[in-house]
Structures are given as C-alpha cells and as structure tokens.
Nanobody, 125 residues
Framework: VQLVESGGGLVQPGGSLSLSCSAS????????MGWFRQAPGKERELVGF????????HHSDSVKGRFFISRNDAQNTLNLQMNTLKPEDTAVYFC???????????????????WGQGIQVTVSA
C-alpha cells in the first residue's frame, strides 16, 4: 500500500489549490479515505473524509464550504479542492486510508492504517 500526495505549494490568501493523493496496492473506493493536516506546533486534525463505496462525505467545520473532497475511481485517487484559502490553512496535508473495520469512527485518526508522507501547503501574501 502506498499513498503519495501532490499539488501543494505556496498560494496567496483567497486563492485555490487542488491536492491529489495517488493510491497503489488497493482500490480507494473499497475503503474510507481521509485528509488530515498538521500545522507547526499543533496536533494533526481531520480535514474531511469520504466513506467507502458510496459518496458520503464529511468536512470539518473549519473548512466546510471552502474545501471539497472527492474520489476519482478511474485514476484511483483521492482529491481535495481547496478554495478561499486562509493563512490558518497553512499546514502539511496528509491523505490516509481507513482500516476495513467500523471499530473507530472515520472522525478518529485511529481509524486509518496507512498515511501518505504529507505535502506542504502555505497560504501567505
């Protein structure tokens, strides 16, 4: 199993970025998938997730209405469209694959067993 994020970088406040997470070794639509982020000096936090098989999604309150999670089954990728970016969105962003178990909620990082290496997103003028 491997997860590789791409698309990060530097953007001005109010701008947009699109992150992609390329998966190998498994089919993304067979598992719940999530995006997390970690800012300097802060704990890793959930950005949002998409449940397996269907299209049910959850976005955290801090990004709701600005960030949008999607899955491209043909390319086996997980995507994150980020709009109206703010300086407080600056963080390393990680994609993650959920375990094939309902023991933990997808809101909990413990629900995920594989993580990408992370990609930097910096929002600054």
């Amino acid at each position: 199993v491997q997860l590789v994020e791409s698309g990060g970088g530097l953007v001005q406040p109010g701008g947009s970025l699109s992150l992609s997470c390329s998966a190998s070794g498994f089919t993304v639509s067979d598992y719940g998938m999530g995006w997390f982020r970690q800012a300097p000096g802060k704990e890793r936090e959930l950005v949002g997730f998409i449940e397996r098989f269907g299209d049910t999604k959850h976005h955290s309150d801090s990004v709701k209405g600005r960030f949008f999670i999607s899955r491209n089954d043909a390319q086996n990728t997980l995507n994150l469209q980020m709009n109206t970016l703010k300086p407080e969105d600056t963080a390393v962003y990680f994609c993650a694959k959920a375990r094939n178990s309902a023991y933990y909620s997808l809101l909990d990082s413990k629900a995920y067993d594989y993580w990408g290496q992370g990609i930097q997103v910096t929002v600054s003028a």
